[in-house]
Nanobody, 120 residues
Framework: QVQLVESGGGLVQAGGSLRLSCAASGSILSINTMGWYRQAPGKQRELVAVIITSGGTTNYADSVKGRFTISRDNAKNTVYLQMNSLKPEDTAVYYC?????????????WGQGTQVTVSS
């Protein structure tokens, strides 16, 4: 069983910054990708950023390029999302996602979500 623990959400004014963290634990042997998704009220969940743990290749949604930075600490099985120049339209529940392998099978795991609210 694999667990994800997220932290770092909250309320911030437009133009401010927040840093999200997500730590994976449990029976995961290796992690292929770690990423962040978000879901605003009435909208579908969308990709924000993803990182390939081996090599560090990243991919971002166009709406966050230049403002958000995803990074990881492989030794701690932790992924971070540094969010700068936040806008009200960034308001959403942010979910961590990990794709990896356990001893038994591949796993695709979601965190419980953390609320990010940006006030204008």
């Amino acid at each position: 069983q694999v667990q994800l623990v997220e932290s770092g959400g909250g309320l911030v004014q437009a133009g401010g910054s927040l840093r999200l963290s997500c730590a994976a634990s449990g029976s995961i042997l290796s992690i292929n990708t770690m990423g962040w998704y978000r879901q605003a009220p009435g909208k579908q969940r969308e990709l924000v950023a993803v990182i390939i743990t081996s090599g560090g290749t990243t991919n971002y949604a166009d709406s966050v390029k230049g403002r958000f930075t995803i990074s990881r600490d492989n030794a701690k099985n932790t992924v971070y999302l540094q969010m700068n120049s936040l806008k009200p339209e960034d308001t959403a529940v942010y979910y961590c996602n990990v794709f990896g392998v356990t001893i038994a099978r591949p796993v695709n795991v979601w965190g419980q979500g953390t609320q990010v609210t940006v006030s204008s």
